[in-house]
């Protein structure tokens, strides 16, 4: 019975009695529609185990939020990485500019 759930308003009232209040509440609200994983681990396991898997939001719900995140992250380890290679060549280049000067005034003095 328990696996034919389709609404969390629906559990069990020994479940829904550990939950956190604000959970609760979301519940009652119609807000919540399903429960974090964050909240089902916090719970004993015989408690989490007769809670349904469709019932429980996973961290991977939402693949294309996390493609954009990996995509967001290459792009600004690239960026990163160009900041560092110009900030050494300006560098590389003046000590060079110097190197070149005081190699002139000693070789003209």
Partial sequence: MVYLLQNLADLDDEILE?????????????????LPKSVVDSLPDQVSDSI????????????V??????????????????????????TALFFGVVAACSWGIFATV
């Fill in 18 to 34: 550990r939950l956190p209040t604000d959970v609760i509440e979301a519940i009652n609200n119609g807000s919540l529609t399903r």
């Fill in 52 to 63: 349904p898997n469709s019932l429980i939001e996973a961290a991977t719900a939402n693949p």
């Fill in 65 to 90: 939020l996390a493609l954009i995140l990996v995509i967001c992250g290459v792009i600004g380890i690239i960026g990163f990485l160009y900041g560092v290679f110009k900030s050494g060549m300006k």
